[in-house]
């Protein structure tokens, strides 16, 4: 009988077919199918924005956007070709109906990361839900307590203005040219007594006397009972820490009533939509704070640029202060991922709290501590005349350029040092 004698280092057929019967199964099984699917999807980023109710046309101008943001990003190469995806939720302006939308994006849609709210409590209820599940969420909308510790994460990230910043510039201008006289109206939620807050602080500096704060409920159709009992008060200043059609209505009827004629009315913030929804007469002489403008593109090449893109692909329509902020947002994001080389969350974190960045406005970072966006803040009057063309609406006033001073403390804010 005649043995047959296998070569050392041969395979036999048997083996052989073996073998590449288990090499095709690997190259088909499911871990494998999931992880190419992962390198292969979009990268998704769930934005979350009020685009029904009084807030409606800011939000618009935040997704025209961010979506700005995301064609570059893909036009650009994307991360090693893979392509960016703007995932759009109405919130509705409901911490409610926020969380709920913010879930269905993280665990339905399964987005890499969050950007948007446009309102106080609305960004808190999006960050429970993020912060809960390990998602990176970048609120542009301002709020103090975001960057609280009871409420932040090391996920959280914060491209908008914050009360204690935008309050704080618009009441050093104003404390220092209209007088200490000052009294308040005020939008009985948490954005209305957080800048309350701020321009108390702030008149601390300059011995203010705080006449009154009368408060309404957010969607106020009719202040014509409240605007009296403020102007009775015979304050230098009133401060109408509203926003939306809120202060769109509260300025016109305020207009109506003539306290303009003796009394100096500013705003913490004063919005592009609603200066442009209520007209000038309404907003005329009204001085407030912004964290963009379109016109300052004279000064830094990065609004110039911002602008021209946003022109190009919006009918030669301009950005407004709260579409820039969501182009900063989704664009802080996309660049920390090209910077990290990858969506894992944490190399992403760390790339965005190394960002030195100047995309839109001028130079910004993020604090370390609390991931708020370090920036400068516009002081600005509505305008009605010299226009160059419609959107030219304000006229910037001064410029408080950024600087960490201006900023609540790492400390009153609860971090640790």
């Known amino acids: 009988m005649t043995k047959k004698v296998t070569k050392a280092g041969s395979i036999s057929r048997r083996r052989l077919l073996t073998t590449a019967s ?66 759009v939720r109405d919130d509705k302006l409901n911490p409610g109906e926020a969380a709920t939308r913010t879930l269905e994006l993280v665990e339905k ?62 009441g050093r201008y104003a404390f220092a040219k209209f007088g200490k006289k000052v009294a308040f109206l005020t939008a009985d939620y948490a954005y209305g007594h957080e800048m309350v807050r701020g321009f108390l602080e702030v008149g601390k500096e300059f011995n203010i006397e705080n006449l009154g704060d009368i408060r309404h409920p957010l969607g106020t159709t009719d202040f014509s009972t409240l605007l009296p009992r403020l102007q009775a008060l015979k304050p230098d200043i009133l401060c109408i820490s509203n926003f939306g059609r809120d202060q769109q209505i509260a300025l ?49 090449a990065s609004t110039k640029a911002f602008n021209d893109a ?70 600005i009057k509505s305008k009605s005349k010299d226009m160059k063309n419609e959107s030219d609406v304000f006229e910037v006033l001064s410029t408080e350029e950024p600087n960490e001073k201006y900023l609540r403390t790492c400390e009153a804010l609860g971090h640790k040092s």
């Open 252 to 300: 016109k009827q305020a207009t109506d009533f003539g306290i303009k004629k003796s009394i100096q009315i500013i705003a913490p913030l004063l919005s592009h939509a609603s200066r442009v929804a209520a007209g000038p007469q309404a907003f005329e002489g009204v001085v407030g704070g912004c964290s963009f403008y379109w016109g300052i593109e004279d000064k830094f």
């Open 109 to 170: 849609e399964r987005v890499n990361f969050v950007v948007g709210s446009l309102s106080a409590a609305v960004q808190l209820a999006i960050n429970n839900v993020t912060k809960e599940r390990g998602v990176i969420f970048n609120s542009i909308s301002q709020s103090d307590a975001i960057n609280e510790a009871a409420d932040f994460s090391k996920y959280t990230f914060h491209e908008a203005l914050n009360p204690h910043m935008t309050s704080g510039a618009v």
């Open 310 to 379: 946003f022109r190009k692909m919006y009918d030669g329509k301009l950005p407004t202060d709260y579409g820039a902020l969501g182009y900063g947002g989704v664009r802080t994001v996309l660049e920390a991922v090209k910077g990290a080389g990858s969506v894992e969350t944490d190399k992403v974190v760390a790339a965005q709290e190394s960002l030195k960045y100047d995309y839109y406005k001028g130079p910004q970072y993020y604090r370390k501590c609390d991931h708020q966006s370090v920036q400068s803040v516009l002081v």
């Open 22 to 87: 288990a090499g095709a199964a690997l190259a088909v099984s499911p871990f494998r199918i999931n992880l190419l699917q992962a390198e292969e999807a979009p990268i998704k980023i769930g934005f979350p924005v009020p685009l029904t109710g009084p807030y409606g046309a800011e939000a618009q101008d935040q997704v025209r956007a961010g979506q700005l943001a995301v064609a570059q990003f893909n036009d650009a190469g994307g991360l090693n070709g893979r392509k960016a995806e703007l995932v």
